[in-house]
Structures are given as structure tokens and as C-alpha cells.
């Protein structure tokens, strides 16, 4: 089955920084989404985004479907931004509703 | 964010016994997935319901037990759970013509 590859796996910022998180992708998508895990457990809809860019507020997401990758821009982060950023894909061709998700990046935000 | 709904939102359950997880959507989708997350494990899919019938069982023991019985509720029935079921299950839900899955807070499961 496809793999999902994300980088770096944790990442530690003061607030106020930017950072890029990355998710690459072994085969083609159909689906492609970012989502935020909460300390609370809830999975937040960041993006769905199999190709091009997208923004919302500080963030924004690209994803070069032919390259196979996505990156999720955080800018002027916050501490509220802090957990974990999941990657998560719908293999091209498999079942079209079966998620395919990376291992996440786990994200800090020091005030 | 109420669009997907999940109770309880912690359990606490011997190894004999019985319990439901219950998700409801309001989202007016017709496909409902049930997910696992470990710690330090991917998510990983266990069930999926597209107008009600499971169309995917991804290898899951028997003592877990889904039932769909409209496109707004799941449950999951335990039963007989060992330690190492001990996770977040989460569901989320989608329109069977979309890839776009959205999901639920969660219950956190403990089996001792």
C-alpha cells in the first residue's frame, strides 16, 4: 500500500516563528488532507488539498501532486498552534474512502 | 465542532465486559469509518459503512463489533477486550462521493 512519509517528526518554535511541515507520498492521490490533533484527541480539518495551494489565515498548504509531496506553512505561530499536524491521503486506484495516514509532526509553541 | 459526535468520551472497562462506543453525524454524509490510534501508532482504519452496509473490515478481531443501522449512527460493541485494545477510537464520516473525511473528538478506551 502507499506510504506516508512526514518531517520532522517534532519541532520546537518560540512564538511568533514560522515553520514548514512536510508530507511525502509513494504513489499517486486522490485525496490528500491536513489535520491538527488537539491534546485533546479531536482530529481539526485543516485542509483537503490533492493539488495546488490553499490558505487559511496564517495557515496555508501546497501540494505538487506530481512531485508527491505537501507542505503545511505555519506562520507567526501561536501556542495554541501546539500538536500534531497529521498528513493523511486517499491512494489512487484503492479504495476510494481509505485514509492513509503519516506518523505526524508534533509541534511546540513556547510562549 | 458538532458535526461528528462521539460518547462516551472515556472508558474504563475490565476485560469481561460489554460496552458501545456510539458516533452520530449531523453532517448529512453517508459513509461512516471507525479509526484506532495507539500511542505512538498511525491511525489506522478498522470499519467502513457506505449507506449503511460495511464495506471494508481491515483485519479487525471479532471482539470488535461495528453496527451501522442508518448513515447518521456507528457503534462500535466491545466485548472481551485485552490491555493492548486500550486506544483512542475515533470515527469520522464522509459523503460517499467525496474523499473528504471529517471526525470526532474521540473516546479514550482503557482496558485493565
Known amino acids: 500500500g502507499i506510504q506516508v512519509e512526514q518531517s520532522p517528526p517534532d519541532l520546537i518554535l518560540q512564538e511568533g516563528a514560522n515553520s514548514t511541515l512536510r508530507c511525502n507520498f509513494s504513489?499517486?492521490?486522490?485525496?490528500l488532507q491536513w489535520f491538527h490533533q488537539n491534546p485533546w484527541g479531536q482530529l481539526i480539518n485543516l485542509f483537503y488539498?490533492?493539488?495546488g495551494t490553499k490558505q487559511n489565515g496564517r495557515l496555508s498548504a501546497t501540494t505538487v501532486a506530481t512531485e508527491r509531496y505537501s507542505l503545511l506553512y505555519i506562520s507567526s505561530s501561536q501556542t495554541t498552534d501546539s500538536g500534531v499536524y497529521f498528513c493523511?491521503?486517499?491512494?489512487?486506484?484503492?479504495?476510494?474512502?481509505?485514509?492513509?495516514f503519516g506518523k505526524g509532526t508534533l509541534l511546540t509553541v513556547n510562549p | 465542532e458538532t458535526g461528528v459526535t462521539q460518547t462516551p468520551r472515556h472508558l474504563v472497562m475490565g476485560m469481561t465486559n460489554k460496552k458501545s462506543l456510539k458516533c452520530e453525524q449531523h453532517?448529512?454524509?453517508?459513509?461512516m469509518y471507525w479509526y484506532k490510534q495507539s500511542a505512538k501508532k498511525p491511525l489506522e482504519l478498522m470499519f467502513v459503512?457506505?449507506?449503511?452496509?460495511?464495506?471494508e473490515n481491515n483485519s479487525v478481531p471479532s471482539r470488535f463489533s461495528p453496527e451501522c443501522p442508518n448513515s447518521s449512527h456507528l457503534f462500535l460493541h466491545l466485548h472481551t477486550l485485552q490491555p493492548e485494545d486500550s486506544a483512542l477510537y475515533l470515527c469520522?464520516?464522509?459523503?460517499?462521493?467525496?474523499?473528504?473525511?471529517?471526525f470526532g473528538p474521540g473516546t479514550r478506551l482503557t482496558v485493565t
Open positions: 469520522a464520516s464522509s459523503r460517499v462521493q467525496s474523499y473528504e473525511q471529517y
Open positions: 504513489d499517486s492521490v486522490n485525496n
Open positions: 488539498i490533492p493539488s
Open positions: 493523511a491521503v486517499v491512494e489512487s486506484g484503492g479504495s476510494n474512502y481509505k485514509l492513509t
Open positions: 453532517l448529512g454524509h453517508n459513509a
Open positions: 459503512y457506505n449507506f449503511k452496509e460495511q464495506t
